[in-house]
Structures are given as structure tokens and as C-alpha cells.
């Protein structure tokens, strides 16, 4: 599975617009980009998946660009409860075929 | 269906106890993950079933781990001998054959002590 690089750890405030990075440059012709988010003392949760250009739900927003080698999740004007961390994962996983694989994810922490 | 559901929530146990968790997927589900996650990290895949086969285990899955799923419904997973190593959340996770995203349980979170 590719591997995927985002940042460590993002800051923001309440109400403004969260755009997370992720790197991956390996990314296969069949793969998939997903985003999770956890709480803390919980399981990740699904929050969207993408293959090419936008992707939007009730949630977020996610941008590919052409080439797929990064991917941003948009997450517009944010809340306290916002706060967590933001895993990226790269794979086929149409159909739910394969494991996750996951990184160490980004920990966003939103201030009044 | 509200879920997945795991049990225990929490389970402190002395070094070398036996411990086993229970993950009840949404019923509709084929497929059944366990992950492990520890302090700071991401989850760690550890194994999975389609139905009641076991299709997967990872070399995190040592000799004194093993998880079962009769019947394709709900799962165990029992860990032998504990160590303090095996301190961690253990997740379950599930999803159907066309599903796109995967549904967690809150997990387990074992301390061995």
C-alpha cells in the first residue's frame, strides 16, 4: 500500500477552515484516498473517500489533483468538537478487500 | 443496528492472565478487522475474517494471540500469558463486500499490570 506523509499536528480557531495535507507519491493506479477521524477513547470513523478531483459531503471536502500524488481534506468552519486526528490512508479499497494501513495521523487541535 | 459493539470497554489484568474481548459487528457486515493501537500511534492491523474464515494475520499476531469469528457473527479475540507489552486498545472494525467505508467499534482497552 502507498505511503502517505501529513503533517504532525495543525492549530486552528473556531469557525474558520482546516485544510489537511497529504503526500503520497507512490499512489497506485487502483488506489483510493480515505480520510478517518478518532476521538479520543473511540475508533476511527469514516469521514470520505475519493479517487479523482472532488469529493464533498456533509462533512468534507476532499481535493485531488490531477496527477493523485496528494490529497487535502477540507474540513469548513470548524468546531471545538473538531478536535482529533486526521488519518489518511491510501489503497484499493473499493469493495472493503483489503486492510488499512494506517500512519500516525495529523492531530488537530481547534481554540475558541 | 447501532454499531459496532465491543466488550469489555476496559480490562486490567495481571502479567500471564488470559484475556479475551468480544466484537459484535453490524449483522449485515462479511467482513471483521482487529486492530491494536497504542498510545500516539495510529491502529496496527492484527487480522481479519470474511464470514468465518480467517483470511489474514499479521506477525503482530504472536503464537499467544488468536481470534476467532464462528458462525460469521461475532468475533474473539484471547491473548495468553498477557504481558505488560500487550497494554493497548484493541479495535474492531467491519464492513460489508461493496461497502466503502469501514464501521469501528469504540474498543477494548486492555492494561496488563
Known amino acids: 500500500l502507498a505511503k502517505t506523509t501529513q503533517p504532525i499536528s495543525m492549530d486552528s480557531y473556531e469557525g474558520q477552515e482546516v485544510n489537511i495535507t497529504c503526500s503520497h507519491n507512490?499512489?497506485?493506479?487502483?488506489?483510493?484516498i480515505t480520510w478517518y477521524q478518532q476521538f479520543p477513547s473511540q475508533g476511527p470513523r469514516f469521514i470520505i473517500q475519493g479517487y479523482k478531483t472532488k469529493v464533498t459531503n456533509e462533512v468534507a471536502s476532499l481535493f485531488i489533483p490531477a496527477d493523485r500524488k496528494s490529497s487535502t481534506l477540507s474540513l469548513p468552519r470548524v468546531s471545538l468538537s473538531d478536535t482529533a486526528v486526521y488519518y489518511c490512508?491510501?489503497?484499493?479499497?473499493?469493495?472493503?478487500?483489503?486492510?488499512?494501513?494506517f500512519g500516525a495521523g495529523t492531530r488537530l487541535a481547534v481554540h475558541p | 443496528d447501532t454499531g459496532v459493539s465491543q466488550n469489555p470497554r476496559h480490562k486490567i489484568t495481571k502479567r500471564g492472565q488470559n484475556v479475551t474481548f468480544r466484537c459484535d459487528p453490524i449483522s449485515e457486515h462479511n467482513r471483521l478487522y482487529w486492530y491494536r493501537q497504542t498510545l500516539g500511534q495510529g491502529p496496527e492491523f492484527l487480522t481479519y475474517f470474511q464470514n468465518e474464515a480467517q483470511l489474514e494475520k499479521s506477525r503482530l499476531l504472536s503464537d499467544r494471540f488468536s481470534a476467532e469469528r464462528p458462525k460469521g457473527s461475532f468475533s474473539t479475540l484471547e491473548i495468553q500469558r498477557t504481558e505488560q507489552g500487550d497494554s493497548a486498545m484493541y479495535l474492531c472494525a467491519s464492513i460489508e463486500l461493496q461497502g466503502v467505508g469501514y464501521t469501528f467499534g469504540s474498543g477494548t482497552r486492555l492494561t496488563v499490570v
Open positions: 507512490n499512489i497506485a493506479t487502483n488506489d483510493y
Open positions: 490512508l491510501v489503497g484499493p479499497f473499493s469493495g472493503g478487500y483489503n486492510k488499512l494501513i
